[in-house]
């Protein structure tokens, strides 16, 4: 135990005084906090040296068709200035107030020879607008819809009923019912897949570093091979775990801080985010990050050069992609069994389980059947990494293929 713990102080100590993860660290808070200030940043040039930033909008009613009531359009709250013209307006003179900068567009309503009306929306640039805006379109309409009921004599029983106020409801046909911020269970997952990943490289890198570095051969002297696997993976594993929460606590401060509360309730709900939840995901993230931080051991420990790290280490990362978006697709359909397979497979089951948590249809027996398999498996990939650790550790040869490593372990069974 005391050998396992000086192994643990040791690679933490090497861990947090890396140059490397110092910088890469300090970049990710630094665009942490610029991301969510973006739109603030937005606004800031968006609204420099304007007073308002409304559109002014020039509607000309040379016709008298709204016959005074396209003001009405002002107390809308659609985000627009209205300027109502009710006598002729020409072109030239539209164009010279949007270049002047007097307004910003203007609707010409006019009347055909046949009798009916029609509306031409002027811009300065059509790369400005793709279409005649949604809201703007419906606005007219209504207003001039009014115009028309008012004009019917109809009693306010009667113009309310031409505007039912329908309640709509979603019900589903599975038994399960699923619950959850869709957009939040997702952003969460990738950022524990990439949690573990990244954590789990590190013990690779680490390794095959001090082979270079013939540091391995002083701890191999001083300890057994198990130990320094479990020490590196351990330490390194305790170092990413609070780099992961100092980073999500630096994220959830500057959304609290910079983000409108209402934008931050409507995309980042996390009402569902339970202190349970949050204990089963630190769980989920201890048992993936060691399924593949030993994995990524027993690859490190086939290579004798920094460079060979990146070949070497390329079937364990496909492997945690496969894992991920077996995990990732299969939550857009969280009731399916391909998403069940998901959260027990020990290689996707980090990334799912805890979501399926979250959304409310993981059972119990589900939740322990993952974990057991997982933990089967972290044990199983041990075994055979520290066997293999124990014979590769000092080899400074050229790196070596699969059927060597293979060949290896059942020497050293014999």
């Known amino acids: 135990m005391r050998d396992l713990k000086t192994v643990i102080t040791f690679t ?21 906090v610029i ?34 009531t396209l003001q009405s359009l002002n107390q809308m709250e659609l985000g627009y200035t209205f300027e109502i013209a009710n006598n002729e307006v020409s072109f030239e003179d ?48 209504t207003v001039y819809t009014n115009l028309q009921i008012s004009k019917l004599g109809l009693t306010q029983e009667q113009i309310a009923s031409l505007s039912p106020n329908f309640e709509f409801t979603i019900e589903q046909t599975e038994e399960q019912e699923v619950s959850g911020n869709i957009f939040v269970i997702m952003l969460l997952s990738i950022v524990l897949f990439y949690a573990i990943y990244f954590c789990a490289y590190q013990v690779s890198s680490s390794i095959t570093t001090e082979k270079t570095s013939k540091i391995m051969e002083t ?52 009402s569902k985010f339970t202190p349970y939840l949050a204990i089963i995901t630190i769980v989920y993230f201890i048992l993936g990050y060691f399924a593949y931080a030993l994995l990524y051991a027993l690859t490190g420990s086939t290579v004798s050069k920094p460079e060979d790290i990146q070949s070497a280490n ?19 359909n969280p009731t399916s069994e391909l998403n069940q397979f998901a959260a027990i497979f020990p290689i996707s089951s980090p990334f799912c389980m805890p979501f399926r948590i979250m959304m409310g249809i993981a059972s119990t027996s589900e939740i322990i059947l993952s974990i057991v398999v997982l933990v089967i498996t972290i044990l199983i990939i041990a075994k055979v990494a520290i066997k293999i650790y124990s014979n590769a550790i000092l080899n400074y040869g050229t790196k070596m293929t699969f059927k060597d490593i293979v060949k290896m372990y059942q020497d050293k069974n014999n």
């Open 219 to 270: 701890l191999v002297t001083s300890t057994s091979p198990r130990i320094i696997v479990l020490g590196k993976t351990i330490g390194i594993g305790i170092v990413g775990l609070v780099q992961i929460c100092v980073i999500v606590g630096v994220a959830l401060i500057c959304a609290n801080a910079f983000l409108e509360k209402e934008l931050l309730e409507a995309v980042l709900d996390m």
């Open 94 to 141: 539209i164009k010279n107030k949007i270049e002047n900068k007097d307004i910003d567009e203007a609707i010409i309503i006019e009347q055909k020879e046949d009798g009916t009306y029609y509306l031409r929306y002027i811009v300065e640039s059509m790369t400005q607008v793709s279409s005649i805006p949604e809201d703007l379109i419906n606005a007219i309409n």
């Open 314 to 332: 390329t079937p364990v990362a496909i492997l945690a992609v496969i894992g991920f978006y077996l995990s990732y697709f299969t939550m857009m």
């Open 35 to 68: 991301g969510f200030n973006i739109p603030n940043i937005l606004n800031a040039f968006t609204n420099e040296g304007d007073i308002s930033s409304e559109d002014n909008i020039l509607i000309v009613d040379s016709t008298n068709l709204f016959e005074g």
């Open 12 to 32: 933490i100590k090497d861990m947090v005084r890396r140059k490397s993860f110092i910088i890469s660290t300090l970049i990710i808070l630094i665009l942490i």
